[in-house]
């Protein structure tokens, strides 16, 4: 009787996890791109994804600035540890602040939560549309605060990537009151090795910003360059074959496990008793995810010439989803509905030997 535990994957010395994914390159939908934009300062970068369904009058305002120029020699001119940073409101050049010359406010637009990672529109108190050119990146929770004063902060952006990392160096950095020598505005200023001995504050103790729009481009797409073998290596005794059928815009996926000892009960993806077990899918390709029925083949043992059984009709065990960000990892969901078991496992590569083919079938070089 096949019999599936809860799933979780364990070491690699015993078990390969394979997957073929099937994924078309022709009569694929059309997919949407999102606006991205850079944010260049001395710690790293920080890039943000902009929210256009969320607020687009506020995005707008935001590339209007970039656009023109207005964010040019701008710095990061307040920090509050485990609150925000927040930038668009000054420039620095040859050792003088001024503000950026502002357009119209523009109307306040809030709908999305100022939780950690968000980047939203600064603005006067008590007044919700008057935010112009100061935005700012949230660097905890802050909605229970953000979301419940002054009409809601209007979030427009998210950091996406490994941003945050650079967010809180850029928060742990020392700050100063500066506004005896620079303004009211800079009492939590922060600065990169400044010394407090009556020396003048120059551009290189500023976190001094460059914001860009960054071209656009299509998320990823799957396609042939994923035919493999993958596994996740914190499992034991599991693997998956992807193979991609471009003309068919197919995708089918096998998975299987070989044990030779019973898996533990707490394991979080250990399919059946020892011994081999199969597991298929199959679905169409829609961008970078396919979501595919499960067919559970019972009997078939590596190690016992056994029957096989296959589940009829197709999908009446449930669905798996398989996404790919890039050509080297990708994540398998699964809802076995017909033994009330849900998951996911992370997947990679068992060589990276197709990782370049998959990357030229992308750029088409």
Same mark, same amino acid.
């Given at each position: 009787?096949?019999?599936?535990?809860?799933?979780?994957?364990?070491?690699?010395?015993?078990?390969?996890?394979?997957?073929?994914?099937?994924?078309?390159?022709?009569?694929?939908?059309?997919?949407?791109?999102?606006? &991205?934009?850079?944010?260049?300062?001395?710690?790293? %970068?920080?890039?943000?994804?902009?929210?256009?369904?969320?607020?687009?009058?506020?995005?707008?305002?935001?590339?209007?600035?970039?656009?023109?120029?207005?964010? =040019?020699? &701008? !710095?990061? /001119?307040?920090?509050?540890?485990?609150?925000?940073?927040?930038?668009?409101?000054?420039? !620095?050049?040859?050792?003088?602040?001024?503000?950026?010359?502002?357009?119209?406010?523009?109307?306040?637009? !809030?709908?999305?939560?100022?939780?950690?990672?968000?980047?939203?529109?600064?603005?006067?108190?008590?007044?919700?549309?008057? *935010?112009?050119?100061?935005?700012?990146?949230?660097?905890?929770?802050?909605?229970?605060?953000?979301?419940?004063?002054?009409?809601?902060?209007?979030?427009?952006?998210? +950091?996406?990537?490994?941003?945050?990392?650079?967010? #809180?160096?850029?928060?742990?950095?020392? &700050?100063?009151?500066?506004?005896? +020598?620079?303004?009211?505005?800079?009492?939590?200023?922060?600065?990169?090795?400044?010394?407090? #001995?009556?020396?003048?504050?120059?551009?290189?103790?500023?976190?001094?910003? &460059?914001?860009?729009?960054?071209?656009?481009?299509?998320?990823?797409?799957?396609? *042939?360059?994923?035919?493999?073998?993958?596994?996740?290596?914190?499992? %034991?005794?599991?693997?998956?074959?992807?193979?991609?059928?471009? =003309?068919?815009?197919?995708?089918?996926?096998?998975?299987?496990?070989?044990?030779?000892?019973?898996?533990?009960? =707490?394991?979080? $993806?250990?399919?059946? %008793?020892?011994? /081999?077990?199969?597991?298929?899918?199959?679905?169409?390709?829609?961008?970078?995810?396919?979501?595919?029925?499960?067919?559970?083949?019972?009997?078939?043992?590596?190690?016992? $010439?056994?029957?096989?059984?296959?589940?009829?009709?197709?999908?009446?065990?449930?669905?798996?989803?398989?996404?790919?960000?890039?050509?080297?990892?990708?994540?398998?969901?699964?809802?076995?509905?017909?033994?009330?078991?849900?998951?996911?496992?992370?997947?990679?590569?068992?060589? $990276?030997?197709?990782?370049?083919?998959?990357? *030229?079938?992308?750029?088409?070089?």
């Amino acid at each position: 009787m096949f019999r599936v535990r809860p799933f979780s994957i364990t070491g690699t010395s015993r078990f390969l996890l394979v997957s073929f994914v099937i994924t078309a390159l022709l009569g694929l939908p059309g997919i949407a791109m999102a606006k &991205t934009v850079l944010i260049e300062t001395p710690l790293g %970068d920080i890039e943000i994804e902009l929210l256009e369904n969320d607020a687009p009058k506020t995005v707008a305002n935001f590339l209007n600035y970039i656009e023109n120029n207005r964010y =040019d020699k &701008t !710095f990061i /001119h307040r920090n509050v540890p485990g609150f925000i940073v927040q930038g668009g409101g000054f420039t !620095f050049v040859d050792g003088e602040v001024s503000g950026v010359e502002t357009f119209p406010p523009v109307e306040n637009e !809030f709908k999305v939560s100022n939780t950690r990672g968000t980047v939203a529109m600064a603005k006067l108190g008590d007044q919700p549309d008057s *935010a112009t050119s100061q935005w700012f990146i949230n660097l905890a929770d802050n909605s229970s605060n953000l979301d419940n004063q002054n009409g809601g902060f209007t979030v427009f952006a998210r +950091v996406i990537g490994d941003g945050m990392d650079v967010v #809180d160096a850029i928060s742990e950095l020392p &700050t100063w009151n500066a506004s005896s +020598v620079l303004g009211a505005a800079f009492t939590d200023l922060p600065l990169i090795d400044f010394v407090d #001995d009556g020396s003048s504050i120059v551009e290189e103790n500023m976190v001094m910003t &460059t914001v860009s729009e960054k071209p656009e481009t299509a998320p990823f797409v799957m396609n *042939a360059g994923l035919n493999d073998a993958w596994y996740d290596p914190n499992t %034991d005794g599991q693997g998956f074959f992807i193979t991609v059928f471009p =003309d068919l815009n197919f995708i089918s996926l096998a998975w299987f496990t070989y044990d030779t000892e019973l898996p533990a009960d =707490d394991a979080s $993806a250990n399919l059946g %008793d020892p011994g /081999h077990r199969w597991m298929t899918a199959g679905g169409t390709i829609d961008g970078n995810q396919a979501v595919m029925d499960i067919t559970i083949t019972r009997g078939g043992l590596f190690d016992t $010439a056994t029957e096989t059984q296959r589940t009829d009709p197709l999908g009446s065990d449930g669905t798996i989803t398989l996404t790919f960000e890039d050509c080297s990892a990708g994540l398998v969901e699964y809802d076995i509905a017909s033994i009330n078991q849900q998951g996911s496992v992370p997947i990679q590569r068992v060589a $990276a030997d197709n990782i370049a083919l998959c990357e *030229a079938l992308i750029t088409g070089e």
